[in-house]
T-cell receptor, first 114, second 111 residues
Framework: GAVVSQHPSWVICKSGTSVKIECRSLDFQATTMFWYRQFPKQSLMLMATSNEGSKATYEQGVEKDKFLINHASLTLSTLTVTSAHPEDSSFYIC??????????FGQGTRLTVV | QKEVEQNSGPLSVPEGAIASLNCTYSDRGSQSFFWYRQYSGKSPELIMSIYSNGDKEDGRFTAQLNKASQYVSLLIRDSQPSDSATYLCAVNMRGNNRLAFGKGNQVVVIP
């Protein structure tokens, strides 16, 4: 299958700082990228959908000013968690797809805010 | 009604048996359906895509689609301990290019 690379795999940051997570589609052009959050033993929770060159569409309850998403090219999307707090600690996963085809997931980023 | 429903609780199967997972969806116009496997602590990986009514086989996996009944299933034959994971059903929602996921079914294969 196609390759989606997510970086970093894990990050520890201090409360109040910002963290940027990158998601790259390595061998295909991603018209749409999705960002998810997953807490232990819970299901995937879609945070936002981003189409290349457009503003991201956020799911209800997700603060767009806190979780900044940029999808500037067909191969790169970034999620920035601003002013992170311990409750933001979670497993963040991106996925990418071309039009209506299957989506491929990145490896995920485990964020710990201390 | 939820967009994608996977209602079964954890499924325990003995090694070598068949694991059967079911999924229903609400959007009658959906055309693309996927099964993902997620190991604990890892991100989901695609294992099957199906677009037409009927069965699609890939190794020990068989996906079954019935659009009239709005039903997708996944069969895992000759289950192995390495198949122990959570299986997620995903449906492409018509019109907004979004994949809707079910909550997942945990499968435990007992040696």
């Amino acid at each position: 299958g196609a390759v989606v690379s997510q970086h970093p795999s894990w990050v520890i940051c201090k409360s109040g700082t910002s963290v940027k997570i990158e998601c790259r589609s390595l061998d295909f052009q991603a018209t749409t990228m999705f960002w998810y959050r997953q807490f232990p033993k819970q299901s995937l929770m879609l945070m936002a959908t981003s189409n290349e060159g457009s503003k991201a569409t956020y799911e209800q309850g997700v603060e767009k000013d806190k979780f900044l998403i940029n999808h500037a090219s067909l191969t790169l999307s970034t999620l920035t968690v601003t002013s992170a707090h311990p409750e933001d600690s979670s497993f963040y996963i991106c996925s990418a797809r071309w039009v209506n085809t299957e989506a491929f997931f990145g490896q995920g980023t485990r964020l710990t805010v201390v | 009604q939820k967009e994608v429903e996977q209602n079964s609780g954890p499924l325990s199967v003995p090694e070598g048996a068949i694991a059967s997972l079911n999924c229903t969806y609400s959007d009658r116009g959906s055309q693309s359906f996927f099964w993902y496997r997620q190991y604990s602590g890892k991100s989901p990986e695609l294992i099957m895509s199906i677009y037409s009514n009927g069965d699609k086989e890939d190794g020990r996996f068989t996906a079954q689609l019935n659009k009239a009944s709005q039903y997708v299933s996944l069969l895992i034959r000759d289950s192995q301990p390495s198949d122990s994971a959570t299986y997620l059903c995903a449906v492409n929602m018509r019109g907004n290019n979004r994949l809707a996921f079910g909550k997942g079914n945990q499968v435990v294969v007992i040696p």
